[in-house]
């Protein structure tokens, strides 16, 4: 079981404009915590890919699976991949007004990549599949029953994000049973905190959409039900404009001028009071975030960084960590640096491993697809 019986993975990873793709070999042997780098990969519009010139890098290695992740669908499946046929495409569809632009693309590319390679294997891979496990305590909101069995409920997201974290920081720590309590924190453009125990999911902060939980790049984050049926009315919104205004117009970008938090922690160094406000409800909502976890999982193992700011800003990170003193969550200066490699920054000996991790979604898409018959 060697290389000779590697398959080519390619990972088409859509956001709700742009594509990252990524052309993976995965083996039978291969684990999720012990990630391969890829054969090739670039990132592209959505649209490039019905370009034939697009895909030249990678025909030439040849693919055996095409791998699409796909972020929401009302009804999971049973398993975290399968087959991306007609019916599963029919699936994905009627569910478009959950995540719309993702689910467009996601359409979109499987219908240029199917014509484009006939002879390899399509497979949808669900994002949520991840937190599956969430208990219904959990999960429930307080509408009517009826409802919550008819799937009004908390679906969460990131959730390869997440499992790569769970798997990742058990190989880091030398770890033969997963890690018990560990808490994903994903802190880039999208942002979520997730309770893991025994690397299954049992809470996280999005819920029914990614709109859910902490402030974000340009997502509002939790809100008061009320506030917002009373805010639409003061302001004369339709329900268009006041979904585009929760996810497009808030979050940093609302608060503090920029959707990047590279930006932010500038206009903060300047003395700047708006960024300043947006960085601290930012760090604020992450710690209280990381505590309600905590609660979750009745204690803290671990903690693991991930996404492009969980990954690349240290001074986040240790702002964070410091309000999670109490929980014995703590930095070692040294090892919190703006390096980009997968490595544990708390001191020697903490109680509490913090780690910083590149996250793989593109890994763990390959692994799912490489499952599928």
């Known amino acids: 079981m060697g290389a000779v019986n590697a398959l080519r993975v390619l990972c088409v990873n859509l956001g709700s404009r742009s594509a990252k793709i990524s052309l993976i070999a995965v083996s039978p042997n291969d684990v999720a915590g012990e990630p391969s780098q890829p054969i090739a990969e670039l990132e592209c519009s959505v649209a ?40 599963t495409r029919a699936a994905i569809a009627a569910s478009q007004e959950l995540a719309p632009l993702h689910t467009q693309g996601v359409l979109a590319a499987f219908d240029a990549l199917s014509a484009k390679l006939p002879r390899a294997r399509h497979v949808a891979v669900f994002d949520a599949a991840f937190h599956r496990s969430i208990p219904d305590r959990a999960a429930a909101y307080g509408l009517p029953y009826a409802d919550f069995i008819a799937g009004w409920r908390k679906v969460g997201f ?145 903690v693991a960084f991930l996404g492009g700011i969980g990954e690349h800003m240290p001074g986040v990170r240790a702002d964070v960590c410091a309000g999670l003193a109490y929980l014995g969550v703590r930095v070692d200066a040294g090892r919190n640096s703006p390096e980009t490699t997968d490595a544990v920054i708390s001191p020697a000996g903490a109680n509490v491993a913090v780690l910083r991790l590149h996250v793989r979604e593109d890994w763990m898409m390959a692994i799912a697809a490489a499952g599928t018959s």
Not at 52 to 57: D, M
Not at 193 to 210: E, K, L, N, Q, W
């Open 158 to 302: 990131h959730g390869l994000s997440h499992a790569f974290a769970a798997a990742r920081v058990a190989a880091l720590l030398n770890d033969p049973v997963p890690v018990r309590k560990l808490v994903g924190v994903h802190l880039g453009g999208g942002c979520s905190v997730a309770a893991i125990a025994g690397a299954r999911s049992i809470d996280t902060s999005m819920g029914f959409t990614p709109q859910d939980g902490l402030l974000m790049a340009t997502r509002s984050g939790t809100l008061d039900a009320g506030m917002l049926l009373a805010y639409m009315r003061e302001k004369a919104l339709s329900v268009e404009a006041a979904e585009t205004l929760i996810s497009d117009g808030s979050g940093l970008l609302g608060l503090g001028g920029s959707a990047d938090m590279r930006d932010i922690v500038a206009g903060r160094e300047r003395g700047d009071q708006r960024a300043q406000l947006a960085y601290d409800v930012f760090v604020y909502r992450v710690v209280t975030g990381v505590g309600a976890m905590a609660a979750a999982l009745n204690g803290i193992d671990a």
């Open 48 to 87: 490039a890919l019905a370009d034939a010139a697009t895909l030249e890098p990678f025909e030439s290695t040849g693919v055996d699976i095409v791998a699409y992740r796909v972020v929401r669908i009302r009804r999971l499946p049973e398993t975290d991949a399968v087959l991306f046929d007609a019916g």
